[in-house]
C-alpha cells in the first residue's frame, strides 16, 4: 500500500460513531478550500469543497465547516464505516492558482 | 468514462539518469497538473499545463519539465535524478483551468531513485 506520511496525525474511531478531522490553513487570502481522501495505492479523491464565502457546507454524510477568524477548517463524517479509513488532507488556494495540501490525518476505524 | 491513467505505475532509475512520465485525462477535460507526494514533504505542486501551455508552477528546480499535447495527455521530464526524486508523482485532470476546477486525480507513478 500507500504510504503518505511517516508521522501523521492519526484519529481513531468507532465503526457507526461521528469523526472530525481538523485543518489549519497557512494562508489568509485563502479563498478556496478542498477536502481529499486518499485510500492506500490510489490517488486522493474528491469529497467536498467550500468558498471562503460560506462557513458551512454539507454533502452525503460529510459536513465541512469554515472558521476565517482562526483559519481552521474540518471535515465531519457522519456514521464512520469502515470503508471511510483513508488519509484525509485539507488544500486551500488563492486566486485559483495552485493547490497547498496540508499534511494529512489518518482515519482509522475500529469494528 | 475512463479515469485518469498513469504510465508506468512504477519505475526504478540511478542516479543521473532521466525519466519521462505519462498522464491521460479523462476524455474532455482540458488540464492536467502534476504533484510529487513524499512522505516528508507531502503533496506539492509541480505545474499545470492547459491548452498545451504551461499555466502555473510549482517551487521545483528546472529539472522538473513537462508538456502537453493537442489531445491533452501530458508528459513530466525529470533530468539528473537525485535520490530525493524519489516519490509518488500524481497527475490530475479537469475540465478546465484553474485550482477551483475539481481535479480528478490518477493511480501515480511510484519513481524510485537508487
Known amino acids: 500500500g500507500e504510504s503518505v506520511g511517516l508521522h501523521l496525525p492519526t484519529l481513531s474511531v468507532q465503526e457507526g460513531d461521528n469523526s472530525i478531522i481538523n485543518c489549519a490553513y497557512s494562508?489568509?487570502?485563502?479563498?478556496?478550500f478542498i477536502w481529499y481522501k486518499q485510500e492506500s495505492g490510489k490517488g486522493p479523491q474528491f469529497i467536498i469543497d467550500?468558498?471562503?464565502?460560506?462557513d458551512k457546507r454539507q454533502g452525503q454524510r460529510v459536513t465541512v465547516l469554515l472558521n476565517k477568524t482562526v483559519k481552521h477548517l474540518s471535515l465531519q463524517i457522519a456514521a464512520t464505516q469502515p470503508g471511510d479509513s483513508a488519509v484525509y488532507f485539507c488544500?486551500?488556494?488563492?486566486?485559483?492558482?495552485?493547490?497547498?495540501f496540508g499534511q494529512g490525518t489518518r482515519l482509522t476505524i475500529n469494528p | 468514462k475512463a479515469g485518469v491513467t498513469q504510465t508506468p505505475r512504477y519505475l526504478i532509475k540511478t542516479r543521473g539518469q532521466q525519466v519521462t512520465l505519462s498522464c491521460s485525462p479523462i476524455?474532455?477535460?482540458?488540464?492536467v497538473s502534476w504533484y510529487q507526494q513524499t512522505p516528508g514533504q507531502g503533496l506539492q505542486f509541480l505545474f499545470e499545463?492547459?491548452?498545451?501551455?504551461?499555466?502555473n508552477k510549482g517551487n521545483f528546480p528546472g529539472r522538473f519539465s513537462g508538456r502537453q499535447f493537442s489531445n491533452s495527455r501530458s508528459e513530466m521530464n525529470v533530468s539528473t535524478l537525485e535520490l530525493g526524486d524519489s516519490a509518488l508523482y500524481l497527475c490530475?485532470?479537469?475540465?478546465?483551468?484553474?485550482?477551483?476546477?475539481?481535479?480528478?486525480f490518477g493511480p501515480g507513478t511510484r519513481l524510485l531513485v537508487l
Open positions: 490530475a485532470s479537469s475540465l478546465n483551468e484553474g485550482a477551483t476546477e475539481t481535479q480528478y
Open positions: 494562508n489568509s487570502a485563502s479563498d478556496y
Open positions: 467550500i468558498r471562503s464565502n460560506m
Open positions: 488544500a486551500e488556494t488563492w486566486g485559483a492558482q495552485k493547490l497547498v
Open positions: 476524455s474532455g477535460h482540458r488540464s
Open positions: 499545463y492547459f491548452s498545451e501551455t504551461q499555466r
